[in-house]
């Protein structure tokens, strides 16, 4: 039972280390087993007023939070209790060393699970931090199945930011019609696009105004939609873990008069900088700290504005901080954000993103491949799709496109792509980058912002820049291979690039695909397989569908 | 390759004559194997105007309908195009002799058919005559997954009757609430009702007024919800194919100043009668035969009123005969055909439907078990449920209810019941009756229809009567045993009884249940468990939920 002392105080540990990671993986005294049993269902519920057919965990939306310490072990038993569809619940964030079958991505890492069925999760939470769960299945995400993971530190282990209270705030956005209705859109030749949405969500609360409701059931005086009010201690610092699990929308956050100072993102400290407002994109969380140092007798909009696509929703108003006395709302109008369409602001916070000093685990200096990939749209036998490379046609996925022909501040000439098997097989151990490509979509003048999400890793943000990427100057010029951030999701913003690197050390077969529901069920995702001929015995409970029906056991 | 001409001509073969049947089953010179290769996707339609997602077979609802011949072999394969759900496919008549696997019923003969993935049912038509199929899952078949199987006589057999052209009419009841929200209703504490259709479909097509719809997508032009136009020639007669697939209502059918002679239901001729309308149950098939003999120069009504609940959906009227110019609409009211209410009326006509002469088998003058089964409503664990026999608690189900001291025509005083496991084991080859005693549900002063079907065999159809079934007198004065109607689907009338009787000589497991989708999914059914020792070896596509994880094989 050795504490490895050092690498828990270092806060994150990197996935090469491997030493240090199976010292890690031992349980410590203290660790303990979190089990929770849920039970996923369809629910009439009201999250912003208006009724809709929500999926619920034991009863709820967002589901209930699990909260562990570093080096818990964590088991799920989730029931599915859906009438007639199939379910599975991804631990976003978490990198599942061992337990790959338990990432519960459907049809890359596990069969779905079956109406009246019940699977059981477990893994261990190596890392504090803040982290999300979510239905990896169809839509489901969109239509509620979601919630937060709380990992802290060991007893006797400080972080190296001090708050008196630790606030959970998950941000989403919301549509009316079913997740149902808007795949078969996206599926529909004709295309049609789910549009912007109804409402967006602080902890599962929104508020639409019911007299645009129509037929629908709308009551702007249900408690479900009543706002989500923080009270605050004046003159305490409040942590809020920030976490957004947007089906489109790209946020920005905002607390009226309050100062933000960012320390967290994705599980790892960042070098604290401050904002007068936060960028988050679908997939990424942080952990920020305010102080309510404003003047207590009124109360402050919690704004939350849409960016990186034109808004077309009502800015969630009737949010705010409060003091513990209910005043009238805030005198003011809520924050209004950034301009929506301000690459260069929400560039610019993404390059503010550095390892907190005295967290720093740099890159390997070297990488042994580098796959590029165009985020591009592009139309597959009619259908309008996410593509990754403009138009190939092996089985094997490319490594790069056709940089010298290929105009990203265009649309495609020829947008007819064709499909491959997504799967790109990489040597264990090995040390990979990826260069995310942004390019105009299929509409004139569009280029959109997608979080990238990387499964069973982090990975290091080595830069971001606008335009092309130049394989010869950006690496030199533009990489940060000093003191990079770690994260699992990182945007690539419009007409822009993203390069990251990861050591392929995990064995299993792991997803990587933009964060956006719509996008991923689009295409826009590939799978990454390392080192499969050391992950051991599969769990039968994973098998059963496709060419595992033999495979399954009790 | 014997023709077994004498049973043949009898147009339909008793379950027990098991000789026949075998000779029956050797396909005969001209059998022939149907192939059908379906797609299940969800699409957005516009049935009645309404835009709503609907779950289509290639594309379209109804879907395509199967034309065979007696003696061939139907092969379906099933691809399942939707994204998160599973589902799977009843062919409601055919009574699966030899093949109890390809019935269809999810949870009793199969596993589901998860997404992707093909199931290949693969059955004999042994018989002539007019049958459905539907999805057998969840609420599915609410959703627009149904249609027609039409089985013709061999080669130089004739019908028992005439006509010049032969054309199906499909019935159904529409909601605009998804299934999934009107499942989750029903499920819900408290309960919420599905309340009325919001229109009535002929041949998939009804008519909503779209000033009603609110903010949801409505074009009243739109060619999907133009009226089913029947275009007759004058002097011909047409054998129309009329079937209920309605998830709810009772349905009157009328075709204004035509009458309508009965010559068949469910795979059975009827001994010749005439209406002027006609009543139709959820999950029943009729033929009728009807002569265009009135003035030429105008159109028609075909007019669908509900009967039984009180109506609150507006009449199809835009539906209506014409000749093959397409002249102004009737210019009449739609006939309003019976009071709803008037039970008697109902009750009469299942009185006058009998085998026709030339085609009767009489059934076993005895029986062997009785099994009644007392239809009322129930509470179970807080939930609104259609339960058998009022209260029990036993794990297997009971035989009869306690008739000295339950008083049909009152609620329940204490409405509570608790479950059984639903199984009737059944002696092989035995002769069962059942006594379906309709009782006051939860509501005061109401009964329901039940229109109850039977998987896996027809039934002789003993007898109909109001108020409370007496087992002594009703069996002399009331029974048909001289030349009852064989059936798969029979109606039992607010605060009546009906009795039929069948022969448990078809190995396998059985659904017998309320056609009603909610009623049925309220927990209206039980299953009948018979020879299941003479069942061969079950193929493994069936396999791979529940209790079968470990049997799947390909």
Redesign the interface.
Known sequence: MARCRVPLLSGWITPFIMGFLLCMSIPLASAKVRRYRWEV????QSPDCLEK?VIAINGRTPGPTIMAQQGDTVIVEVKNGL?????AIHWHGIRQIGTPWSDGTEGVTQ??I????TFIYKFVVDRPGTYIYHAH????RSAGLYGSIHVSLPDGISEPFAYDYDRNIVLNDWWHK?T??Q???L??IPF?WVKEPQSLLINGRGWFNCS?????VCNSTNPQCSPFVLTVVPGKTYRLRISSLASLSAFNFEIEGHNMTVVETDGHYVEPFVVKNLNIYSGETYSVLVVADQEPSRNYWAALNVVSRKPDTPPVSPSSTTTPTTPPPSPTAPPAGPLWNDTEYRLNQSLKIRARRGYVYPPPTTTDRVITLLNTQNRIDGHTRWALHHTFSQSAPPETYDRANYDIFKQAANPNATYSDAVYRLKFNSTVDIILQNANSMVPNNSETHPWHLHGHDFWVLGHGPGVFDPVNDPLRKYNLVDPIMKNTVAVHPYGWTAIRFVADNPGVWAFHCHIESHFFMGMGIVFEEGVERVGRLP?AIM???DS??L???
């Open positions: 269902t369809y629910e009439l057919l009438l007639t569809e199939n379910t069969c779905p079956l109406p009246g069925e299945y169809g839509m489901q079913t149902h209705e795949a078969a859109g599926s529909s049609v645009q409701a129509g037929t629908a039968a059963g569908c496709g029906h033999h399954r056991r009790h």
